[in-house]
């Protein structure tokens, strides 16, 4: 009976523990990762080096604000959602925030970023935004800064999916490079502006890496070959083409068996499953226990 019970008190607050660890935080507000690295406002993010992982959704958050450079921002599959909430006029809210440093050189990877003002606030250069979903939001990603690589990203269901914003007189010719995202059903699939303030000038874009170019849901062209590119260019805007539009969107690794050990099980779904398994483990030994030892006093 004294070892059922030990085992049992020492299953429970594992569970507990691995419960709190992984199920997805609520009202969680701003989070910053500050200039020496340090993570304040979560406990759903945990640092090895440069490297910043989520080990769950950070639900009803006021988004992330990055301080810190050279760093690698990895969802692992994970959701951050904007809380709802009523904003003064002209402001906004970011699901992340690349505005305060000058030299950011931060990949922001594998996150799922839903229903914030802008999902990717970046106002720094040599940053690679890859393989993330972005829904909901009026902006998935603005850009104000160059050169930046998107690469594998999925923008979906926001009012615009990408905006370039000017860029002073002054800056050195530099690119943007793009490819294999997938631009589906947003507004205005990308908007770069273009600028009349003789102060500012316009982005440079590069739009393939050579051999395939971006997706887009509003792609009319054939591809009478079946390489899977259109035949046709895709016209951006007034001066970007992506000249190897894909026939088919690229599919995101975190809609890919981005669930629990692999499979398309939710990853809350199948870490409660799991710790609902362990306490019903623990309850079975502990009954069994107290059957031997009834059967031994009688």
């Avoid at 229903?115 to 720094?124: C, K, L």
């Avoid at 600028?195 to 971006?214: A, K, R, S, Y």
Wanted: aromatic share 10%; hydrophobic share 40%; proline share 4%.
């Amino acid at each position: 009976m004294k070892k059922a019970k030990a085992i049992f008190l020492i299953l429970l607050p594992i569970v507990a523990l691995f419960l709190a660890a992984f199920l997805p935080v609520h009202g969680s507000g701003i989070i910053f990762i500050l200039t020496d690295g340090s993570i304040e406002g979560t406990n759903k993010i945990y640092r090895n080096g440069n490297i910043y992982t989520f080990s769950g959704d950070i639900e009803d958050s006021y988004g992330i604000i990055v301080n810190a450079s050279n760093i690698i921002i990895d969802g692992n599959g994970h959701t951050l959602k904007s809380v709802p909430r009523i904003l003064p006029v002209g402001s906004w809210d970011f699901g992340i925030e690349l505005s305060n440093v000058t030299s950011c050189n931060v990949t922001i990877r594998n996150l799922k970023i839903l229903d914030f003002n802008i999902g990717v606030y970046s106002w720094t250069a040599n940053n690679t935004i890859e393989s993330n979903t972005i829904m909901g939001c009026n902006m998935g990603i603005f850009l104000a800064e160059s050169p930046n690589t998107l690469v594998g990203n999925h923008l979906e269901d926001n009012i615009q999916g990408l905006f370039m914003g000017p860029l002073p007189d002054t800056h050195k010719t530099v690119f943007n490079v793009l490819y294999d995202n997938s631009f589906v059903n947003n507004t205005m699939q990308v908007y770069d502006c273009e600028c009349t303030d003789p102060h500012t000038i316009q982005h440079l874009n590069i739009w393939d890496n050579g051999v395939e170019g971006n997706y887009w849901s509003d792609y009319n062209g054939t591809d009478a070959d079946k390489d899977g590119i259109g035949d046709t260019p895709y016209q951006i805007s007034s001066d970007d083409v992506d000249a190897l539009p894909l026939m088919a969107p690229v599919t995101s690794p975190i809609n890919e068996n981005g669930g629990f050990l692999g499979t398309n099980i939710p990853n809350e779904v199948g870490l409660a499953l799991t710790a609902g398994a362990v306490v019903a483990v623990s309850a079975t030994v502990y009954v069994l226990f107290r059957r031997k030892k009834s059967k031994k006093q009688k």
